[in-house]
DNA sequence: GTCTATAAGTTGATAGAC
DNA sequence: GTCTATCAACTTATAGAC
């Protein structure tokens, strides 16, 4: 027999992975892969160093897997855009929602975004498959409501770039933000001036009128 | 008297440090302010570590000298932006050099990118100065141009925001490009479609017809 | 499952001969 | 101005007691 105990089934492994994930991605943010030290995620966590090793191996493999998680909690919001749905309210509720990502958790976007930088060593596959999969899918979505003459007939898949670019820029680049708007952060209602601007280049770019400002929703 | 030559003025000075800069730019931009070593570029450059040390004093200095230029050669294309300009061919215009930017020195803005991604640690003075002066002027411009009727009242900070964004995106996260497109390399032709697709929506976005498709500079 | 101690390897930087 | 040799510090990972 192991010394781990069978019956709970890893309730007290999951709860230290989960804590050793989150004091990871700050630490991750902030100095890059090389930059961070199981040392310092260590310390934040409020484990010795040797535990990290223990849950998660090398530095690599927990490192991949913070960032397969923030890859699936970014697909979500794609969910919404669907054939039947009108595509002002829809393109509009993907972008509030990426916003919402940026402003809610930049750490987990700027670790994505140093991944992918450097050439996605360690998301590429994930990138070529899950990504590329759900992006065609979705692509094909833009496509029908351009057939149909519901929008103007942009490229479907630059389209997602130029969104995703838009909106993670608040939160990857943020320093640039405040630089420029001479602010030393970011309030709520600089981002929600930030979202009713992409909206509204966006949704006009799209040959679709804007909809008044709408509240932002109760989460 | 010092062992350096006086009368030449620095001139096999200037040509290691620039033979230096130009072998750390792709070192840097592959892995980062901390994974690239010193070692690497030095091999790169065809110079023993030393004498990168011997020009540049430590490794941080040289990065900051790479980033400050890369700043610089940043801020040329928005000289077009002037009051008297056509909105949308001055826009135009501004957009296909960022975008020919991003193809042909994708490097330069990956460690740009970088930087700002870690919060800008040894830039952001420069762009709290340079960079917020630069806008401050431009947004006048565009403010100018919607005062006048001459485009639709998009927030002219926010604007640039989301042109940096989506040129940049083309060279910062090419990897999730090609992944997209399913391309194990971007073609010119990928570039020119870009191109036409960010000039095209961000035209129609600040409502402005879009011009016909223009062939790119002979550049 | 937890933690201390340490091994093994790497890196930025410098000394000093040429 | 160039380059070899080397140091001091740091980092990942593991061994082994508890």
Same mark, same amino acid.
């Given at each position: ?19 050793i994930?989150?004091?990871a991605? #700050? ?8 930059g961070?030290?199981? +040392? ?16 998660f +191996? ?10 397969a998680?923030?890859?699936?909690d ?99 680049f ?26 509204s ?8 009128? #804007? ?9």
């Amino acid at each position: 027999m192991k010394a781990a105990p069978a019956e709970p089934a890893g309730h007290i492994r999951q709860a230290n992975r989960e804590r050793i994930l989150a004091a990871a991605e #700050p630490v991750f943010a902030r100095a890059g892969f090389n930059g961070a030290t199981m +040392g310092a995620i260590a310390e934040a966590a409020g484990l010795p160093k040797a535990n990290l090793h223990y849950y998660f +191996g090398s530095k690599q493999d927990l490192y991949r897997e913070l960032l397969a998680g923030t890859l699936r909690d970014w697909l979500v919001p794609m969910d919404s855009l669907v054939p039947e749905a009108d595509p002002a309210t829809a393109l509009a509720s993907y972008i509030q929602a990426k916003m919402t990502m940026s402003a809610a958790r930049p750490d987990a976007s700027r670790v994505f975004a140093n991944e992918l930088l450097h050439g996605a060593p360690v998301l590429g596959d994930l990138m070529r498959t899950e990504l590329r999969t759900m992006v065609a899918k979705k692509a094909a979505v833009v496509r029908a409501w351009i057939a149909a003459g519901r929008m103007a007939p942009v490229d479907p898949e630059h389209l997602f770039f130029t969104l995703w670019a838009a909106t993670q820029t608040y939160a990857d680049f943020d320093v640039q933000v405040r630089a420029v708007l001479g602010r030393s952060k970011l309030t709520r209602r600089d981002h929600e001036r930030a979202a009713a601007h992409v909206v509204s280049l966006v949704l006009r770019g799209c040959g679709l009128v #804007p909809p008044p400002p709408q509240p932002p929703p109760p989460t």
